[in-house]
C-alpha cells in the first residue's frame, strides 16, 4: 500500500480545447477500505466510485459546494454513495461492504457484477442555491467508468472519457487507485478528437501506471501525446467526514413525537453511527430533551 498522500493534477490543452483530470486516490481508498471493512471487489467498487467522485468534485467553483454521487445497480453489494466537496477531498460508503463474488470473464475483480446494471446513477450537485441540481442516467454496465462517461454525454452533453481503476492485494489491502476524466469543451477544436481517441486507446490501466510509479503528470502526457497542454495546478485530497455531534444531536431531536416517546420510555442512552467514518456519538436522554425544547422554541 502506497503511504503517499493522494492528490489531484488538472490541465488543459493550449487551445482550450479539452481538459484532463487524474487523481491518485490509492491513500483514499485504502483509508475507506479500513473503515469499512471491504471485500476485494467492493474495495474496487467502493474505491472506483470515490475517484469518480472526487474527480467530478474538483469541477465545482465555490468552497461551499459539494456533489454526491449515488450508484444503485440491483447488485448485491447494494448501493454505493460518495460526497466530494469542490477541491476532491472525498467520503463514501457501500450497502454490504463484506459480499464478495467471483472474477469475471477477463479473470479480473467483477465491479460490475457486484454493482449490477440494472439501476441508475445520480449525481446531486448542492451549489447553496436551495434545491440542489440532480442529473441522472442508466446504467450502462456498473463497472462506473463507462457509467460516469455515459453520465456526461447524455446528461449535461459534454463528451467524456472516465478511466477508473483500483488494485487489491491478496491481503486485501490497496495497491493503487486513481483515475482520469478527459472532456471536450465548448467550441473544442474537433481534428483533435482522432488524436485523443488513439490515445486514450493505448493509455492501458490507469491503476497499473500508479503502481509502477508513474505520477499524474506523466498519465496525462500519454492521454494528451502529440497535443500541446498545460498543467494549471496540483493539490493533495483526502478521505474526509463532515460529522460532527451536534448534527446528530439536532437529526435526532427531529424525530417524530411517537419515536421520541419510545426514547424517553427506553430512559437509555442513544448511539449514532456516521455511515461514511463509523465514528460513534452517544446522547443521554436529558441530551435529548433539551435538544428538542431548544429546536422548538
Known amino acids: ?16 480545447s479539452a481538459r484532463i483530470i ?10 475507506a477500505a479500513k473503515i469499512h471493512q471491504t471485500s476485494k471487489t467492493c474495495t474496487a467498487a467502493l474505491g472506483r466510485s470515490l475517484c469518480a467522485c472526487s474527480l467530478i468534485g474538483s ?29 476532491g477531498n472525498v467520503r463514501g460508503t457501500i450497502d454490504n461492504p463484506s459480499i464478495e463474488i467471483g472474477p469475471n470473464d477477463k479473470g479480473k475483480l467483477d465491479v460490475g457484477g457486484v454493482i449490477g446494471n440494472e439501476g441508475s446513477l ?11 441540481y440532480i442529473g441522472s442516467t442508466p446504467l450502462v454496465s456498473g463497472e462506473i467508468g463507462d457509467d460516469i462517461s455515459e453520465y456526461f454525454a447524455r446528461s449535461e452533453q459534454t463528451p467524456t472519457v472516465c478511466a477508473l481503476g483500483v488494485r487489491v492485494n491478496t491481503d486485501k489491502t490497496v495497491k493503487s487507485a486513481g483515475g482520469i476524466l478527459l472532456q471536450l469543451m465548448p467550441g473544442a477544436d474537433e481534428t483533435i478528437i482522432p488524436t485523443i481517441e488513439r490515445n486514450i486507446s493505448t493509455l492501458g490501466s490507469v491503476s497499473a501506471h500508479i503502481a509502477n510509479g508513474r505520477s499524474g503528470e506523466d498519465i496525462i502526457a500519454d492521454a494528451l501525446r502529440d497535443i500541446p497542454f498545460d498543467i494549471f495546478d ?5 478521505y474526509t467526514c463532515s460529522c460532527n455531534k451536534d448534527k446528530y444531536q439536532k437529526a435526532l431531536a427531529t424525530l417524530s413525537d411517537d419515536d421520541f416517546a419510545s426514547v424517553i420510555a427506553d430512559n437509555k442512552p442513544v448511539e449514532a453511527v456516521c455511515h461514511f467514518c463509523k465514528k460513534k456519538y452517544t446522547f443521554t436522554v436529558d441530551e435529548l430533551v433539551n435538544a428538542r425544547k431548544k429546536a422548538k422554541e
Do not use: H
Not at 500500500?1 to 482550450?16: E, F, L, P, Q, W
Not at 487524474?22 to 483509508?31: G, Q
Not at 459539494?66 to 460526497?83: D, E, R, S
Open 22 to 31: 487524474f487523481a491518485d486516490a490509492t491513500e483514499i481508498v485504502s483509508k
Open 59 to 87: 469541477l465545482l467553483k465555490n468552497e461551499s459546494d459539494t456533489v454526491t454521487l449515488q450508484i444503485n445497480g440491483g447488485g448485491p453489494a447494494g448501493k454505493v454513495i460518495c460526497v466530494s466537496d469542490y477541491k
Open 1 to 16: 500500500m502506497s503511504n503517499c498522500k493522494s492528490y489531484i493534477v488538472r490541465a488543459m490543452t493550449s487551445d482550450g
Open 234 to 238: 496540483k493539490y493533495d485530497i483526502d
Open 122 to 132: 445520480y449525481v446531486i450537485r448542492d451549489l447553496g442555491f436551495g434545491e440542489p
